[in-house]
């Protein structure tokens, strides 16, 4: 008989891991005992060891938190590793965790959006859902190819694509982008795709030891009628609130107001700032559009053209580039490398 893979399930909180209170709301609870002790049938597609490493909500993650989630995945010996947390944040620290995590094992991330309290919570499913994809034959072939991946409801997603869509339905996940790459059905995991990774392990190769401290990146959203005079406040402040980089969530193919475009150039001279798509991801237009607004004079301007990556996660590069100490020029590559 062949021996089960060893799967380290590592439990860093959220809806997954909540229990009621006295009155009957959800607090954070649950470990990964708690978790694996959930789900008898894990034992039975793997050789499973637990460990909680907290127990916060993934709003309130950190990236120094995450920096050491990775160190500690690093120091594993194990045939694959799962990691459970919260919904809120699994779009970013799962793109985090494929910049930091040179791979050669399956890292699967996973979470629920149902609690333990209700009648149908999905936090059982998914874990087992993780770890069969974790053990998968396939899966454990591919694992640098497919990079850290997110299941949820029985779908499986490239960390750099994956987005969180819906605030409460069971199907709050989704790559918009890319579609999922395996589904699982039965007991068994179904192969569709693999990512095109050569932006993210280009980034990774560079972020190698990103391990200064953190720079916080502030993120604006243009709206209609803004003239991001938020912007300006924030340069005229001593050190500028602390914040060492931007990203700009633009309309359309990388616009802006034209009433913002003032604020928006300077605080492109102060600061690395990166135009990303306020649509959630897609390659941007480069040449289409005049005007001071439009991609071909911001671009001109200094503004780093962030590619197809959604601004949450254009947002977690920068701050990775940033702690990494890399130069401007270098950022501008990586994130042009994503389209
Ligand atoms: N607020 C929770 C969290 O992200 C939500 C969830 O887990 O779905 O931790």
Redesign the pocket.
């Known amino acids: 008989m062949t021996s089960k893979p060893r799967i380290h399930i590592l439990a860093l909180?959220?809806?997954?891991a909540?229990r009621p209170d006295s009155s009957g709301a959800m607090q954070m609870g649950l470990g990964a005992d708690d978790l694996v002790a959930a789900v008898p049938l894990l034992k039975e597609v793997a050789e499973i060891a637990a460990e909680t490493v907290s127990r916060?909500?993934?709003?309130?993650l950190s990236f120094d938190q995450i920096h050491a989630l990775a160190a500690k995945i690093r120091s594993l010996q194990v045939d694959g590793v799962v990691v459970t947390?919260?919904?809120?944040?699994?779009e970013e620290t799962s793109f985090l965790l494929d910049l930091l995590l040179d791979l050669e094992i399956p890292v699967i991330v996973t979470?629920?959006?149902r609690n333990p309290a209700l009648t149908s919570p999905d936090g059982p499913g998914n874990l087992l859902a993780a770890v069969r994809v974790a053990a998968d034959p396939w899966v454990r072939r591919n694992a640098a190819a497919l990079g850290v991946i997110a299941v949820m409801l029985d779908e499986a997603y490239a960390a750099s694509d994956v987005l969180k869509v819906h605030p409460t339905r069971l199907n709050a996940f989704a790559s918009t982008q890319t579609g999922p790459l395996a589904v699982l059905v039965e007991d068994r995991v179904v192969p569709l795709a693999l990512p095109v990774r050569e932006a993210v392990v280009a980034a990774r190769r560079k972020l190698a030891g990103a391990s200064g401290k953190a720079q916080p990146v502030a993120l604006f959203w243009m709206s209609l009628d803004d003239e991001a005079a938020l912007m300006a406040m924030m340069l005229a402040a001593s050190d500028r609130l602390g914040y060492r980089g931007a990203v700009i969530a633009a309309m359309g193919g990388g616009h802006v107001p034209e009433r913002a475009v003032e604020n928006v150039v300077r605080l492109a001279q102060a600061m690395p700032t990166v135009v990303s798509p306020r649509a959630g991801g897609g390659p941007m237009l480069r040449k289409t559009y005049g005007g001071p607004n439009a991609e071909i004079a911001l671009r001109e301007a200094g503004l780093i053209w962030g590619g197809r990556l959604h601004p949450l996660k254009a947002r977690v590069l920068l701050e990775t580039c940033l702690r990494a100490g890399l130069d401007r020029a270098t950022i501008v590559e990586l994130f042009d490398a994503f389209g």
């Open positions: 909180g959220g809806t997954i909540t916060v909500g993934s709003h309130s947390q919260g919904t809120d944040t699994l979470a629920a959006m």
